[in-house]
């Protein structure tokens, strides 16, 4: 058994289950309001495309952050070059366990992991009848090659 949590579920591992669960209701309802809506499926679906997973908004972050502490570290006082190396710090903890400080911070604001997006993305696309051509393809060459276009489009 592994130390470190799978890639795909760290995040949600290491997270407040209030919170989690708060992220989950928030998907079901969404699914459902178009599942009654489909003609506004499209739209959601590009917004879904645009939103920023917990990694981009900790890279951004962490970027901005460590940035601007080598440049205030040669610029102003040396003691600025902490805040790069707490950045580097926080990002290898959350490479390796899925959490570091600002995690819980942003969860509680309601970003999400690529995955949880992507559950999303998947409900829509299904709901919109995206996968209903793999089930009709005779041969499974087929059924697989309508099954990665229609996850992929």
């Given at each position: 058994?592994?130390?470190?949590?799978?890639?795909?579920?760290?995040?949600?591992?290491?997270?407040?289950?209030?919170?989690?669960?708060?992220?989950?209701?928030?998907?079901?309802?969404?699914?459902?309001?178009?599942?009654?809506?489909?003609?506004?499926?499209?739209?959601?679906?590009?917004?879904?495309?645009?939103?920023?997973?917990?990694?981009?908004?900790?890279?951004?972050?962490?970027?901005?952050i460590?940035?601007?502490?080598?440049?205030?570290?040669?610029?102003?006082?040396?003691?600025?070059?902490?805040?790069?190396?707490?950045?580097?710090?926080?990002?290898?903890?959350h490479?390796?366990?899925?959490?570091?400080?600002?995690?819980?911070?942003l969860r509680?604001?309601?970003?999400?992991?690529?995955?949880?997006?992507?559950?999303?993305?998947?409900?829509?696309?299904?709901?919109?009848?995206?996968?209903?051509?793999?089930?009709?393809?005779?041969?499974?060459?087929?059924?697989?090659?309508?099954?990665f276009?229609?996850?992929?489009?």
């Amino acid at each position: 058994m592994s130390v470190l949590p799978t890639t795909t579920r760290r995040v949600e591992v290491n997270s407040d289950p209030v919170i989690n669960q708060r992220i989950r209701a928030r998907i079901e309802q969404s699914v459902q309001y178009y599942a009654v809506h489909p003609a506004e499926v499209n739209d959601r679906l590009a917004e879904l495309d645009r939103e920023w997973d917990m990694e981009r908004v900790l890279e951004a972050n962490a970027a901005t952050i460590a940035l601007g502490g080598t440049l205030l570290g040669l610029f102003r006082h040396r003691s600025f070059l902490v805040l790069p190396l707490a950045v580097a710090g926080f990002l290898l903890q959350h490479a390796l366990q899925g959490w570091c400080p600002p995690v819980p911070f942003l969860r509680r604001r309601g970003v999400r992991t690529a995955a949880e997006i992507a559950s999303e993305r998947a409900a829509l696309k299904s709901l919109r009848g995206d996968f209903a051509a793999v089930e009709r393809m005779p041969n499974a060459p087929e059924r697989a090659n309508a099954a990665f276009h229609a996850a992929i489009v």
